[in-house]
């Protein structure tokens, strides 16, 4: 019997086609984490401590135009740092903020003048605002396309921790040492953040005319995301306002385990939002969210009864951790590395001012129906946002990023 020659071995080209993913920490993304650190314990550490100063020097009201002034001016900066990011890059943009954000704390209590403090607050909202906008969209642009949402995820933990740890402890702190050294302390690490992004690279495009804010928001690919994660965002600021007013003052305890599952929930099903996204698409994950975040809001409707309030918060800070993450990671795969800036911003815009607004309406809602019927209302409300969660996923983008426009909307 003969036979054919004996056929050569298939090439390793052949016999794989699935590559390795690229790194993902990378030394310019854990230069950029060191940065996220300082700019986290800077703004957190002294996020309790100035309207507690304010309000020894000046009363109640003081303490209120001073967050109200820094709140103001993130959201002003927010709308402003695209422009300067497309104009001076990543690199200098997130200097100047954490300049602006460090750089006032150092002589908060020079003056215990209400103005004074006012404006203090005012320039380092401005300064946190860059921080946020440009370096978010600066470490998009670290991340591999492959592996953005796990990428996205871990910049949640990197940032999400030193919050959790400095927001108790400028309070702490104060107490024992005084307002002027954790000013200082606060200020120290902003400024000190500097010297990292120095190394960092500058990758923002200018080959091409960057969205606008006002052209984003008139993208309906970039909209739709955006009005979903804001309905999730309007809710988490009442949860974290209004949680520890709305259970019986004996059940203290029950609203910190409440809180801390809360937390703990919407870390994990970030990371694994994330992971299951660079895999499968983060698009489909953004209704599940939404609907989870809206169950939980409900459940904690029966404020008396401990289990529900536990279960809920978890159930709402899972939802709220997936939401977060899709939403974000689909925002950045329909825009070029040029408007990485823009989602940010917008991004940015709908968790703070979903926050603002949820804590407002909640307030005088509950004034007049009472906490149990103010959060059933509440996760209503939020099915709102079904309506353009799913005519996203009917939806799909014919390219990576739409057009950008000839001209700056704005």
């Known amino acids: 019997m003969t036979t054919g020659p004996l056929p050569k071995p298939p090439s390793p080209e052949a016999t794989s086609d699935v590559r390795p993913p690229p790194p993902l920490l990378t030394r ?3 230069l950029r984490f060191v940065s996220m650190i300082g700019a986290s314990l800077s703004f957190f550490l002294l996020l309790s401590v100035v309207p507690a100063y304010a309000a020894e020097r000046g009363g109640g009201g003081a303490a209120g135009l001073a967050t109200g002034s820094l709140m103001l001016a993130t959201v002003l900066g927010e709308l402003g740092t695209p422009r300067l990011v497309a104009r001076f890059g990543y690199r200098l943009t997130l200097i100047a903020g954490l300049f ?5 704390a150092l ?14 607050c005012f320039v380092r909202g401005l300064g946190f605002a ?14 591999p396309d492959e592996r953005r949402g796990e990428g996205l995820a871990l910049v949640g933990v990197v940032s999400g921790v030193p919050s959790l740890v400095a927001l108790p402890l400028g309070l702490w702190l104060a107490g024992r040492v005084g307002y002027g050294p954790v000013a200082v302390s606060g200020g120290l690490a902003a400024l000190a953040a500097i010297v990292f992004v120095l190394g960092l690279p500058d990758r923002a495009e200018r080959t091409e005319q960057p969205l606008g804010v006002v052209g984003g928001l008139r993208t309906g690919a970039l909209l739709r995301p955006v009005l979903v994660f804001a309905a999730t965002a309007t809710a988490a600021g009442i949860v974290v306002t209004f949680l520890p007013l709305a259970v019986p003052s004996a059940s203290a305890g029950v609203v910190a385990v409440a809180l801390f599952t809360q937390t703990a929930a919407s870390t994990l099903t970030r990371w694994l939002a994330g992971r299951h996204g660079d895999r499968h698409g983060s698009a489909r994950l953004v209704l599940p969210g939404l609907l989870l975040s809206a169950a ?24 709220f951790g997936i939401t977060q993450n899709a939403t974000l990671a689909v925002m950045y795969t329909r825009v070029s590395a040029a408007s990485y800036g823009t ?29 149990p019927w103010a959060f059933a209302l509440t996760a209503l409300l939020m099915l709102g946002a079904v309506a353009p969660a799913l005519r996203d996923r009917r939806v799909t983008p014919p390219s990576a990023h739409p057009p950008a426009p000839a001209v700056d909307p704005r």
């Open 130 to 143: 860059l921080t946020i906008v440009a370096g978010g969209a600066l470490t998009a642009s670290l991340i």
């Open 343 to 371: 989602v940010s911003a917008l991004w940015n815009l709908a968790y703070d001012g979903g926050m603002g607004v949820g804590a407002a309406g909640f307030g005088i809602t509950a004034g007049l129906t009472g906490y």
């Open 107 to 120: 002589v908060l209590t020079v003056s215990g003048q209400a103005v004074w403090i006012v404006a203090v």
């Open 296 to 319: 939980g809001v409900l459940a904690i409707a029966p404020t008396t009864n401990p289990v529900a309030v536990v279960a809920g918060t978890a159930l709402f800070g899972a939802g």
């Open 100 to 104: 602006l954000l460090g750089a006032p």
């Open 28 to 30: 310019p993304l854990l």
